[in-house]
């Protein structure tokens, strides 16, 4: 039995932690990155949550994003490659 927290041997999963009575109510949501970046996605979020001064705070990357995406539909469209 692998315990709580720790990565299983064989599918190299972490298994959860246990729930705790005063974690908040959330969903999950997923999004794919190109092979290889997603170490670099998550840095970069959490570098710009601790720019805004939302690192540590619950929810802070979902906040992250959210701010990140009202500041481009605020800004003039531009065209991306």
Known sequence: ???PGDRCPSC???V???KKSTSPTSEVVSL???PDTKDQFRETLEAVAE???LLGKPFHLYWTINYMLAEA???PP???G
Do not use: F, Q, S, Y
């Open 1 to 3: 039995m692998v315990a």
């Open 12 to 14: 190299e999963r972490r």
């Open 16 to 18: 959860p932690l246990p």
């Open 32 to 34: 794919r990155t190109p």
């Open 51 to 53: 720019h805004w001064g």
């Open 73 to 75: 539909l605020a800004a």
């Open 78 to 80: 531009k065209e991306l």
